[in-house]
């Protein structure tokens, strides 16, 4: 089992996570971000602290894409292990549904 980025976090790209992740396994792309599953053990201490509840274990049920997504984008985006400033509008995006589609970007982010 791993922990899946998934859509609620594009846009919103809070980074609560990142700071408590023992094994530094998150990646950052320009709106959002995602974890490494080979990376990642499991420990499920970062799903609590995403304020848009973005990341899910991938058990969860209809989450193969996402973790295609987060499997792919680990290996192109650079390394995040500390937390910064989520984006001006994150709220406003928060909960909106369908986001990937229209607003995912496959542009690295700046990581640490």
């Known amino acids: 089992m791993t922990y899946v980025v998934t859509d609620n976090c594009i846009k919103c790209k809070y980074m609560d996570c990142v700071e408590v992740c023992p094994v530094d396994c998150f990646y950052e792309g320009e709106n959002m971000l995602v974890i490494h599953p080979d990376e990642c053990i499991d420990c499920g ?15 969860e049920p209809s989450l193969e894409t996402w973790l295609r997504v987060n499997a792919d984008y680990a290996k192109r985006w650079p390394n995040i292990t500390q937390k910064k400033d989520a984006p001006a509008d994150a709220k406003e995006w928060d909960g909106i549904a369908d986001k990937f589609e229209a607003h995912f970007s496959a542009s690295p982010g700046t990581g640490d």
Do not use: F, N
């Open 45 to 59: 201490v970062c799903e609590p602290e995403c304020p848009a509840e973005a990341i899910k274990p991938d058990t």
